[in-house]
């Protein structure tokens, strides 16, 4: 039987945490989803560039204007300390909350991976919860792919994770996760982004091979993504595919739903598992 460090990591996007139509923070999401968070699970959230952005207009009456790499810097940055008060705010008081910003070459060296993962591992047991995000605020894109192609001159494989469904695959495999539950706007993977009833409901196999046969066979059928600039499902399940073949259940769902009816399989979902 496989064993595993830590019961959850799970992840959330930044379009799910919002109410589009209303142009505001989706509090009913942070509320539900903090009364159910707990130690010995580890939170990664999207969601700062979008909230800041939200919170800038709604204060200053306009977005702001400029080089897009500065703008979204700019947002994140106000995006972050709101972020991170609506967690505190919903999560029951008798557990800490801590916040780890991550970037690229904190899991591209041997040496931060690992102070990483003490990390995560003394929050389990100090009774804490440890929210994490990538560090947009000091991170822009022609420096980070300069980082990425000399990490890619002397490694194999390079972790990018600028896109939180990668934060979360990685952090996974880094503590032996059980489960890796990844919350979107939609109920999971489907072959037609654009059909709901196309929903894929189980990929699971006997054995690794039989699994990474599936998912590769579903990544060549699924078609578009659930929204305008969305890396899509083709991108999911490329970074899910390590955490499975290592052992984790992986599940995909909508954010509506509670975590507990997520794992007990009571609401739509896309599960993947090694049977």
């Not at 204060?59 to 702001?64: D, M, T």
């Not at 994490?132 to 192609?149: A, C, G, K, Q, T």
């Not at 503590?175 to 409901?201: F, M, N, Q, W």
């Amino acid at each position: 039987m496989a064993h595993f460090d830590f019961e959850l990591v799970g992840k959330i996007g930044s379009m799910a945490l919002i109410r589009k139509e209303d142009n505001d923070i989706d509090y009913n999401i942070f509320s539900r989803l903090g009364s159910e968070l707990r130690p010995g699970m580890i939170w990664v959230s999207s969601g700062a560039t979008e909230i800041g952005r939200l919170d800038y207009v709604k204060r200053a009456g306009h977005e702001l204007l400029g080089d897009m790499d500065e703008v979204k810097t700019d947002y994140a940055a106000q995006g972050q300390t709101i972020l991170m008060q609506q967690y505190r705010q919903f999560i029951p008081e008798q557990y800490s909350v801590r916040q780890l910003l991550v970037e690229h070459t904190h899991f591209n060296d041997p040496e931060k991976r690992e102070h990483i993962r003490r990390f995560l591992q003394r929050a389990a047991v100090q009774g804490a919860i440890p929210i994490i995000n990538y560090n947009d605020p000091v991170s822009f894109e022609e420096n980070r792919r300069m980082e990425l192609s000399q990490l890619r001159n002397g490694h194999q494989d390079v972790v990018e994770c600028v896109d939180n469904d990668e934060t979360a695959s990685v952090v996974a495999m880094l503590v032996r996760a059980k489960y890796l539950v990844i919350l979107s706007t939609v109920d999971g993977i489907y072959r037609d982004a654009a059909d709901p009833a196309t929903l894929v409901e189980r990929v699971e196999g006997g054995d690794p091979q039989e699994v990474a046969a599936m998912i590769k066979e579903l990544q060549a059928s699924c078609r578009g993504a659930s929204r305008a600039g969305a890396n899509g499902a083709r991108a999911k399940l490329e970074f899910i595919l390590a955490p499975v073949l290592q052992g984790t259940t992986v599940i995909i769902a909508h954010a509506r739903n509670r975590l507990k009816d997520i794992l007990n399989g009571d609401c739509p979902r896309t599960i993947f598992r090694i049977k």
